[in-house]
């Protein structure tokens, strides 16, 4: 855990979070929090650390995301000395698509 980041603040907006339970509750929800352009960036992140995670190459994570070579090596950082969320995450997010087609 980032002690950088830790404090009441913050517990509140991840215990916040934590209550969403449909992805229309979370829609609403990051509507009201974040401009458009940061919900984009988020997902834009995230989607990039997916494609590394399956070795993709940055020229390909350029043009299929638009993500700027920077940003394509932070969130390359993030997966390599960071806290493992991404890592946790997909791993959850693959659980769940094994289970769904069942």
Same mark, same amino acid.
């Given at each position: 855990?980032?002690?950088? %980041? #830790?404090?009441? &603040?913050?517990?509140? $907006?991840?215990?916040?979070? /934590?209550?969403? @339970?449909?992805?229309?509750?979370?829609?609403?929800?990051?509507?009201?929090?974040?401009?458009?352009?940061? %919900? #984009?960036?988020? &997902?834009?992140?995230? $989607?990039?650390?997916?494609? /590394?995670?399956? @070795?993709?190459?940055?020229?390909?994570?350029?043009?299929?995301?638009?993500?700027?070579?920077?940003?394509?090596?932070?969130?390359?950082?993030?997966?390599?000395?960071?806290?493992?969320?991404?890592?946790?995450?997909?791993?959850?997010?693959?659980?769940?698509?094994?289970?769904?087609?069942?």
């Amino acid at each position: 855990m980032n002690s950088k %980041i #830790k404090e009441p &603040s913050v517990d509140f $907006l991840f215990d916040a979070v /934590l209550t969403l @339970k449909t992805r229309d509750e979370c829609y609403a929800f990051f509507e009201d929090l974040c401009t458009v352009p940061e %919900i #984009k960036a988020m &997902s834009q992140r995230l $989607l990039v650390a997916h494609m /590394l995670s399956n @070795k993709k190459v940055y020229s390909d994570i350029v043009a299929e995301t638009g993500a700027s070579t920077a940003t394509i090596s932070r969130v390359n950082r993030s997966l390599h000395y960071g806290s493992d969320g991404y890592v946790m995450v997909f791993k959850r997010l693959d659980d769940v698509s094994k289970k769904e087609k069942q």
